[in-house]
């Protein structure tokens, strides 16, 4: 009975946190160009990247050895990925009334592109790009990325 | 500079021996040597990935993590619109340096500060990031639509300029569209606030006429709490009383 009573419980929490959970994800940009083999993995799942797809936080792009993928992100970002790379949209906070400003990239492998959009404008300090050695902080800029060899 | 590369040669003559255990990691050590153009350690590059090729299985296609060892490049490249060159700081626990002029770069690996800037060639830009560079979408465009007084009319200039957000709008594959209205101080906040949501809804239903889908076309109102130009409360200033249109 206490075991059926806390699953029961722990059913109600789940279905009170799935409204909650439901409202989070903001559509942070889009798929804006695609060539050859490219995807989006989100939440462990992978999906062929299409133009006009959505992007959200922490989703990963990559690309195959002819893939390539233009995004643009609701502050006016953009970013691309070149061929058999992956880059990973870490964070994307884009609410400046709030002043709830953040952009995370993180460069996985291969090489990609950044031009900076809004949130490096407002608040330059909320930008930061990852590479697996460093950090690059942006002063409103255009910054190019290679990891790994091609 | 031998020194450090002591350690990986012995590393790699043991792998070249083990089947077991291919020297992958070491394969992709020698080719970032040879991008780093140094006449010795090109050949002793050159050496490691030539002994140990038959031993190294087939690279996956697939994108991952990277072998350490190979540094990672940071390019300070122009704007591709404004042309207008900013500034980039890299920096690990282990350094820190400035890219500040045009294609000027630095290589990072694990463990290591930065290498001090080097300014990389047109030729070496493109040649890395060009497929990249080329897939880059169309930067975004921003519009100011006017409207007159407690109206959700376009003034008259304002309707000629609305050929050209359309053809901007047009052009795109799949166009963005963000519509947020304004108003000058006169009147009631709350009021303003749904009179900016008219003028928005107004540049939506243009777009929308001329074949965007709606859901392409997001609307907001800031009432009059974001003027162009600020004023006391009250006041008439036609340049308050617009739609600023985002296309991307």
């Known amino acids: 009975m206490r075991i059926l009573r806390s699953v029961a419980g722990g059913v109600c929490a789940l279905l009170m946190a799935i409204p909650a959970a439901a409202q989070q994800p903001s559509v942070a940009g889009r798929v804006k160009t695609v060539?050859?083999?490219?995807?989006?993995?989100?939440a462990g799942i992978t999906m062929p990247a299409k133009v006009g797809h959505e992007l959200f936080e922490s989703d990963h792009v990559r690309t195959g050895s002819d893939g390539r993928v233009g995004l643009t992100l609701q502050d006016d970002t953009r970013v691309s990925v070149g061929p058999k790379s992956e880059v990973r949209l870490e964070t994307f906070r884009y609410a400046p009334a709030e002043g709830n400003l953040a952009l995370a990239l993180r460069f996985v492998q291969g090489a990609a592109v950044y031009v900076s959009g809004k949130i490096?404008?407002?608040?330059?300090?909320?930008?930061?790009?990852?590479?697996?050695?460093?950090?690059?902080?942006?002063?409103?800029?255009?910054?190019a990325v290679q990891v790994g060899e091609q | 500079m031998s020194q450090?590369?002591?350690?990986p040669r012995s590393g790699a003559k043991r792998h070249c021996t083990s089947e077991a255990e291919p020297p992958a990691s070491w394969v992709r050590g020698a080719a970032s040597l040879v991008l780093l153009r140094r006449g010795c350690l090109l050949l002793l590059g050159a050496a490691i990935a030539t002994g140990c090729a038959s031993a190294a299985p087939p690279r996956t296609p697939q994108a991952g993590p990277p072998k350490s060892g190979t540094p990672d490049l940071v390019v300070l490249l122009r704007d591709p619109g404004t042309g207008a060159v900013g500034r980039a700081v890299v920096s690990?626990?282990?350094?820190?340096v400035n890219l500040q002029a045009m294609r000027e770069a630095t290589r990072v690996g694990a463990g290591a500060a930065p290498s001090q800037p080097v300014v990389l060639s047109e030729r070496e830009v493109e040649r890395v990031f060009g497929p990249a560079l080329d897939g880059l979408p169309a930067a975004a465009r921003h519009f100011t639509l006017y409207f007159k007084f407690e109206s959700e009319q376009l003034t008259d200039e304002s309707r000629r300029l609305v050929q050209e957000v359309l053809q901007e709008v047009m052009s795109r594959p799949v166009p963005d569209v963000i519509a947020v209205g304004h108003t000058d101080t006169?009147?009631?906040?709350?009021?303003?606030?749904?009179?900016?949501?008219?003028?928005a809804n107004a540049v939506r239903t243009i777009l929308v006429m001329a074949g965007l889908t709606s859901a392409a076309v997001q609307v907001a109102s800031h009432g009059e709490a974001e003027p162009l130009v600020p004023t006391a409360d009250n006041v008439f200033e036609p340049r308050n009383r617009r739609v600023e249109i985002t296309v991307r």
């Open chain 2, 92 to 96: 690990n626990p282990q350094g820190q």
């Open chain 1, 120 to 143: 490096a404008k407002l608040a330059p300090d909320a930008v930061r790009l990852e590479t697996p050695s460093a950090i690059v902080g942006v002063r409103g800029t255009t910054v």
């Open chain 2, 4 to 7: 450090v590369f002591s350690a």
């Open chain 2, 186 to 199: 006169t009147g009631q906040a709350r009021a303003n606030v749904q009179l900016g949501l008219r003028r």
């Open chain 1, 35 to 42: 060539t050859g083999e490219a995807v989006i993995v989100r």
